[in-house]
């Protein structure tokens, strides 16, 4: 009894071979983390796939008989290579359906627009591709491994002869780093892989299924650090609507709808309600609030809410059994070498195949004309048959290109005897020419592997590029300032004489609206000026003489001033801009000694310079005691500046006597094609210098105009614009345009009656297909015309536009051009004429 309790004791005590919780932790989250980044999360750059992937298209292949599979069915042979659940499979398989490259769908797949899930597995379809048949699969050149269980053979990589993993994208979380790849287009790839076995350079952008606009200046060719700016397509309804027409990569409609209600909500944007109508193709219908404007809002959409995302690539793949980050440039270089590699293994099977058939062509020609077979007739043993027939084919053996095998006795021994009843030789010679010829044909492509690649880019392209054109449109945003475009949400009180300013001090006097993302601008009477953010109560400073917003680097608003200087006693007047300070910070506007303070103080918009008369103090030694005092007599400096001297005597007031002119040169507008914007940072094309009240005129295709001021948020879009420039009420316009109904030009001339802004005005015919061809204001137009039936047999001619047709009203119809079959029109530009200078798309 007590050996027996010995015996438990030394069972339970601690053994030698004990692990620390500490020692298993580390082993064991290291084996974790490799198998998650190996086997889960992130794709191999040898065929783009994630495992998960791999085994779902090589299950498919299994059970490939041109039919479409039910999905369940699917996952269910999926699961012999995949050592995990059935839904991961599923969600894997769809989120490749949805890519349509790989897998041909039937039901309902769901919408990655809407974020709509798919309908389950048992009720959807699937199968490869052709296109998936053609570059993904080779029982021949893919190497294979064991399936988890020992069971089945699995693929290692797939064979795939396409940049997939760049033409998919890819998006994997693992243990201490991720992946993203950003989907790129079809079409571009191959062409990129061209260019590279040509060695000639190529870039390579992303574009998204869901369409939009993406800006791609800082895209870093898809390596880490990188970011794209993804838009939504936005376009004005009227003036009281606008609609969506896409969502970013990576949003859904749901989402961008509530991410605008909750902009609105925070005041950021303001709007009556948002619609969703996507059924085919995405369209939200934004309806307005009143007296808000259609331009401010786009620009508050993108600013605000998700119709404007900014996604970071992250290109890393499985290099070698290990994680390596890398570039699109990178993947593609490597996606073209594996591609080469591949034809040239097919290549050289096909070569072997081809010489094996030409040696037993060549063998069985022989043996049946020579007659050979006869030699077998006395034999009596298999030894006796085969050493008669090397025998007979003993003569003939340093015509074969590799040595004659017992095999390949065997396999003569095999041939029927109707097989050589029937034997005709024409025909034997004729298939070994043509063996012959297939060698030479291979070893040719063999020879020119570059050109053989390039060859086989070329035929995907043909056969499956149709169809798989950009999506993304690829634009230069431009930078929405959120305090620009943010409406004005809060109202905003002083208390002059105690110094505070602030949105909750609702019982002191009412400045103005505007929004909580706006800073503010203060001037006090002691000469000091500060900038602070707007918020319920701030301290600015007793005795505030004046509060604006702030507009950071405005050189147009001037504010004139004049004070008296504390030491001296003498006035000073001084014109300055504010164009960038510190936040909170206090600036002394005055010389900076004690019991300075502020006599006079304006602030002018446009640099306006207003006569001011000034009354000195009776008891001063001055025999002109009032006095005049232009400011325009005062350059515009820093704010730092002393000023100068207006008077040495005690001033009793100061009046304004005369508003004043703006002192400024008019302001010059640039516009920008890029983003379709207006600017004054010198983008673009100069349309000239502009005062107040003049306007821009903008000519579409659709043969509208539209006359707009040249407000800085004003937006053009450029894929529907003609021209645009600054308007000039005394030009002619002149226009061709298309009645496509009776295929009829018309030519004519006109003067711009209208005056209403930001309304288009049609002055063509209208109609279904019509469509503006030229428009010019120059002032002896001249058009080149292309006409004829065939490109070779067309005819030029040059029409002076200014003879041809008259100056009638904006709706006139217009003079029909009386040449058929017109092809081109082109305006011949008048490069002597500086002032003429439009900006043209």
Known sequence: MTDHIEDEQEALAPQNDSVMISDMYQTWFLEYASYVILERAVPAIVDGLKPVQRRILHAMKEMDDGRFNKVANVVGQTMQYHPHGDASISAAIVNIGQKDLLIETQGNWGDERTGDSAAAARYIEARLSKFALEVAFNAKTTNWQLSYDGRKNEPLALPMKFPLLLAQGAEGIAVGLSTKVLPHNFCELIDASIKHLKNKPFALFPDFSTGGYVDVNNYNDGARGGKVRVRAKIEEVDKKSVAIRSVPYGTTTSQLADSILKANDNGKIKIKSVSDNTAAEVELIVQLAAGISTDQTIDALYAFTDCEVSISPNACVIINDKPHFVSASDLLKNAVADTKDLLLKELQIKLGELEEDWHFSSLEKIFIEKRIYRDIEEETTWEGVLAAIDKGLQPYKNQFRRTITQEDITKLTEIRIKRISKFDAFKADEHIKGVNDSIAEVNHNIENLTDYAIKYYEGILKKYGKGKERKTEIRQFETIQANTVAIANVKLYVNWKEGFVGTGLKKDEFLFDCSDLDQIIVFRKDGKMSVSKVSDKTFVGKDILHVDIFKKNDERTTYNLVYLDGKSGIAYGKRFNVTGVTRDKEYDLTKGNPNSKVLYFSANPNGEAEIIAITLSPGSKARVKNLDFYFE??????????????????????????????????????????????????????????????????????????????????????????????????????????????????????????????????????????????????SEPNAIIRSGKKKTDWIEEQIALHEYAEVTGWKAVGKKLSIADIKEIALVPNIDTETESPTLF
């Open 633 to 778: 007599s005062l350059d515009i400096k820093g704010r730092g500046a002393g000023g100068n001297q207006v008077s040495k005597y005690p001033i009793k007031s100061i009046k304004l006597k005369e508003k004043g002119k703006s002192t400024l040169s008019a302001l010059k507008i640039w516009f920008d094609p890029n983003t379709g914007r207006l600017n004054k940072e010198e983008h673009g094309t100069l349309l000239g210098r502009f005062d107040e009240g003049d306007k821009i005129i903008a000519f579409y295709k659709d043969g509208s105009y539209e006359l707009t001021d040249f407000e800085l948020s004003n937006r053009f879009e450029t894929s529907d614009t003609l021209l645009i420039e600054k308007f000039r009420p005394e030009q002619v316009i002149s226009a061709i345009y298309l009645d496509a109904a009776a295929n009829q030009y018309y030519c004519k001339r006109f003067l711009i009656e209208t005056q209403t802004l930001k309304n288009k005005f049609l002055f063509i015919k209208d109609g279904t297909g019509n469509e503006l061809k030229l428009v010019s204001t120059l």
